[in-house]
């Protein structure tokens, strides 16, 4: 299952292909109530057809209109909503929210392609564009933040920037997995048991062989990492916890009952695990929806997994706008 920028990019790649001409619309910054985060994406073709989205629609439709009546930029240039009240009600931007957008024009596919093999791959690619020439760069890097203005240079990332390590590959694990990826996450499953790799079928996860402990300690987990264990085998799953419970994963869940999650966290208590590393555990993993089947548990927990991820977007959004006004 693709990400949503990878279905964008590649509707727009069809459409340059057959020889319309198109628009990226990339959020920078966001200001108040903005509907969606730095990075959103959005294409809109020469005659007013549109993929993905930079707001709740008003955006949408006006920019839609412009381009149905030739009036978008013929080079790079950065557009503003919402920067006064009346505008703001006029696109539907609530509470006096603000954006930027990074506007650029798209005549070729070729334009595209770096940034669809970087999602085709899960690789995170760093786009930067020259606002006042057009020049596009592209490097291959690490998770180092959201879209930004550095000088005249616009970057903006294409590929996961948030990774997920499954431990447990069972029906719960193959499912997790295979909706993780449409979320932007790039997924590694472990699982030391023979019988479990034979039967895992999930396209791009990334199998890491090995005892779950030994895995959480090679892959370094970063403030962009999440850790879900899921196989209800405490052999397996507090190894692991215990020391993803040490890193800087910013969330760290575990499967199972009220019960067995206090038995758990007695057991992890008995290690040099302080009692606020013991309590950085969600568990029971997921948010309280009723959930019963494999899949529901799944959406149980990637809506938490999406909660905590979006407040750690948004406090870097502020952070950002803050060091803006400053």
């Given at each position: 299952m693709q990400s949503s920028d990878w279905e964008v990019l590649q509707r727009a790649s069809e459409w340059l292909q057959q020889g319309y001409r198109a628009h990226l619309f990339t959020v920078i910054q966001t200001w108040g109530s903005a509907p969606r985060l730095p990075g959103a994406i959005l294409v809109v073709r020469e005659d007013g057809h549109l993929v993905g989205s930079v707001s709740g629609g008003c955006i949408e439709d006006d920019l839609a209109d412009k381009a149905r009546h030739q009036q978008l930029p013929t080079q790079p240039v950065i557009l503003e909503y919402g920067i006064n009240q009346a505008e703001a009600q006029r696109f539907g931007i609530p509470c006096g929210g603000q954006l930027k957008i990074f506007a650029e024009p798209l005549a070729h596919a070729t334009q595209l392609a770096p940034m669809l093999d970087s999602l085709s791959q899960r690789r995170l690619l760093k786009r930067s564009v020259h606002l006042h020439t057009g020049e596009v760069r592209h490097t291959m890097v690490l998770p180092e933040g959201m879209p930004h203005m550095e000088?005249?240079?616009?970057?903006?990332?294409?590929?996961?920037?948030?990774?997920?390590?499954?431990?447990?590959?069972?029906?719960?694990?193959?499912?997790?997995?295979?909706?993780?990826?449409?979320?932007?996450?790039?997924?590694?499953?472990?699982?030391?048991?023979?019988?479990?790799?034979?039967?895992?079928?999930?396209?791009?996860?990334?199998?890491?062989?090995?005892?779950?402990?030994?895995?959480?300690?090679?892959?370094?987990p970063d403030t962009h990492t999440a850790i879900v264990a899921v196989t209800h085998d405490p052999k397996l799953d507090d190894m692991a916890l215990l020391e993803a419970l040490k890193s800087e994963a910013f969330y760290i869940g575990a499967l199972g009952s009220v019960k067995n999650q206090e038995k758990r966290k007695q057991r992890l208590r008995s290690f040099d695990l302080s009692e606020q590393e013991v309590n950085r555990l969600h568990g029971p993993v997921g948010l309280r929806i009723g959930s019963r089947t494999p899949a529901e548990i799944a959406v149980s927990i990637l809506a938490e997994l999406i909660q905590v991820r979006s407040q750690l977007q948004q406090a870097g959004v502020t952070q950002m706008t803050t060091r803006a006004v400053a």
């Open positions: 000088d005249d240079w616009f970057h903006s990332y294409f590929g996961p920037q948030w990774r997920l390590l499954i431990i447990g590959a069972n029906q719960l694990g193959s499912v997790l997995a295979a909706m993780a990826q449409a979320l932007d996450f790039h997924v590694m499953i472990c699982d030391p048991r023979e019988e479990m790799r034979a039967e895992w079928h999930v396209e791009g996860a990334d199998w890491l062989p090995g005892m779950p402990d030994d895995v959480v300690l090679d892959i370094a």
